[in-house]
Structure formats: structure tokens, C-alpha cells
């Protein structure tokens, strides 16, 4: 099952609004190398914004986010927490759950857009993960 990220407005902006900018600031300036530029730097946002994605399978959840992936094996979650975190992860929103497994030694930072479907599937697969009550509340 298949779950992307949700994306914030504001994250919108800056993968897209930035290199839209350099782009046109480029042509204006007839400037190739500014075209080549802003190209290169466009080209690892869009891939972030249009592949950051969750998938659980079998017993793993997958976490990708451009060219980078990671494996989760679900039986190794013991918890998830709702979080703000500004910390870097594979999510393109603020709205995050706190994925702590392995012991709680590693922790992944995710954004589902459908958070509760997301945790009920990890829950049906390891139903020891300890759930905090925030995760189940409306905002």
C-alpha cells in the first residue's frame, strides 16, 4: 500500500517558486549558464517533491524521497509520535508522525497524507507498536 507525502504550501513555494525565478531571471538576462544553472538545481527538488513517498509491503515499510530510500522492518517499530519537528527527513510537510524502531536507537520522520490509514496498516502488521494518544486526535 502506497502512501505519499503530504506537502505544505509553503515547502510549494520554494521547490517550485525558487527555481521558477531563476529560470526567468536567466532568460531575462539571456544568460545560458544561468539556465544551465537553475536547470540543474530545479531538477533534485522536483524529484524530492514528486517521489517522496511510504510504501508499506510484506513487512516493510519503504521510505523514498528522490534517490534516496530507506527500509523499515516493521517489526523492529516500537513507537510513533505525532511531531513538529523542523528536523531534516523525507517529508514535504510539518505535519509529521515520529517513527522510533530498532530499540528506539533510530527514528524516521514521515508525513502520510492519510496518517491514521498509515498507522492502522502498521498496526495490523506489528501490533505491538506503542501508539501516542496525540496521533488519534483531530487537529
Do not use: C
Not at 536547470?39 to 524529484?47: D, E, K
Not at 515520529?98 to 491514521?116: A, N, R, T, W
Amino acid at each position: 500500500m502506497y502512501f505519499p507525502s503530504k506537502r505544505d504550501w509553503w515547502l510549494g513555494v520554494v521547490f517550485f517558486g525558487v527555481p521558477v525565478l531563476a529560470f526567468f531571471e536567466a532568460i531575462r538576462t539571456d544568460s545560458i549558464n544561468g539556465l544551465i544553472v537553475s536547470i540543474i538545481f530545479s531538477a533534485p527538488l522536483l524529484w524530492l517533491w514528486f517521489t517522496t513517498g511510504y510504501r508499506i509491503k510484506g513487512e516493510t515499510l519503504y521510505v523514498q524521497y528522490g534517490p534516496f530510500k530507506r527500509k523499515v522492518d516493521i517489526s523492529l517499530i516500537s513507537k510513533i509520535n505525532k511531531t513538529r519537528s523542523p528536523w531534516s527527513a523525507p517529508a514535504l510537510s510539518m505535519d509529521r508522525l515520529e517513527i522510533l524502531y530498532d530499540h528506539d536507537f533510530k527514528i524516521v520522520l514521515v508525513s502520510p497524507i492519510y496518517q491514521k490509514e498509515f498507522v492502522k496498516v502498521l498496526l495490523e502488521k506489528n501490533s505491538n507498536i506503542r501508539v501516542d494518544q496525540n496521533v488519534w486526535e483531530e487537529e
